[in-house]
Nanobody
Framework: EVQLVESGGGLVQAGGSLRLSCAASGFTFDDYAIGWFRQAPGKEREGVSCINNRDGSTYHADSVRGRITVSSDNAKNTVYLQMNSLKPEDTAVYYC???????????????????????WGKGTLVTVSS
């Protein structure tokens, strides 16, 4: 059974930083990409970033590019999302996902529906205060 468990969310002031973690199990980690998506209250779910665990390729949404770094520790089956210079508009529940890299990248850039992604964690809440 595929399991994705997010952690690291919390309350931070604008301009601050947070590092989210996604611990994955139930599948061959190196064969999949891990993605991060978020959903703010009253808004559609949107893609943030993804990393291909096979070759380290990454892709970021325009809204966060330059402020975030995604990395993977394949020995720990864990992916990290380092978020810097946080803004109030970054407030959302952040979800970890798993799937083929082309699917996650497409869902982030908007060419593929986010609901085409099969595996989701339960999410972790990030709140950025102004």
């Amino acid at each position: 059974e595929v399991q994705l468990v997010e952690s690291g969310g919390g309350l931070v002031q604008a301009g601050g930083s947070l590092r989210l973690s996604c611990a994955a199990s139930g599948f061959t980690f190196d064969d999949y990409a891990i993605g991060w998506f978020r959903q703010a209250p009253g808004k559609e779910r949107e893609g943030v970033s993804c990393i291909n665990n096979r070759d380290g390729s990454t892709y970021h949404a325009d809204s966060v590019r330059g402020r975030i770094t995604v990395s993977s520790d394949n020995a720990k089956n864990t992916v990290y999302l380092q978020m810097n210079s946080l803004k109030p508009e970054d407030t959302a529940v952040y979800y970890c996902t798993a799937g083929p890299y082309y699917l996650l990248q497409g869902a982030i850039e908007g060419s593929i529906s986010v609901y085409g992604v099969d595996y989701w964690g339960k999410g972790t809440l990030v709140t950025v205060s102004s």
